[in-house]
């Protein structure tokens, strides 16, 4: 068992920047592929980054160039910097891990993680 903790939301303004936080606890935090995902009011949840154990990233199309994603295995942390917020950055965000089965690579399917946090919201006024 995995527990996920993300902090670092909050209001900001279009353009600001935030780093969201997401503590891992319970196991290895180097054996996990790490995740972003958020989801906005009326809307489903939507894939934001990922990180492999090795530390390949990708992201989707809607925020690259903007958001970073990476890992302190020695914190046990994943971070996510999110650079020129827009308003439509608005949602709750939640961090996933993936426990590794033997092939590390980039999942970007909800479907595809094991554990989640219980996300922090993020609102940008324009």
């Known amino acids: 068992q995995v527990q996920l903790v993300e902090s670092g939301g909050g209001l900001v303004q279009a353009g600001d920047s935030l780093r969201l936080s997401c503590v891992a606890s319970?196991?290895?935090?180097?054996?996990?592929?790490m995740g972003w995902f958020r989801q906005a009011p009326g809307k489903e949840r939507a894939f934001v980054a990922a990180?492999?154990?090795?530390?390949?990233?990708y992201y989707a199309d809607s925020v690259k160039g903007r958001f970073t994603i990476s890992r302190d295995n020695a914190k046990n942390t994943v971070y996510l910097q999110m650079n020129s917020l827009k308003p439509e950055d608005t949602a709750v965000y939640s961090c996933?891990?993936?426990?590794?089965?033997?092939?590390?690579?980039?999942?970007?399917?909800?479907?595809?993680?094991?554990?989640w946090g219980q996300g922090t919201q993020v609102t940008v006024s324009s």
């Open positions: 990180i492999t154990r090795g530390g390949i990233t």
């Open positions: 996933a891990a993936r426990a590794y089965r033997g092939v590390d690579i980039i999942r970007s399917r909800a479907y595809e993680y094991d554990y």
């Open positions: 319970g196991r290895t935090f180097s054996n996990y592929a």
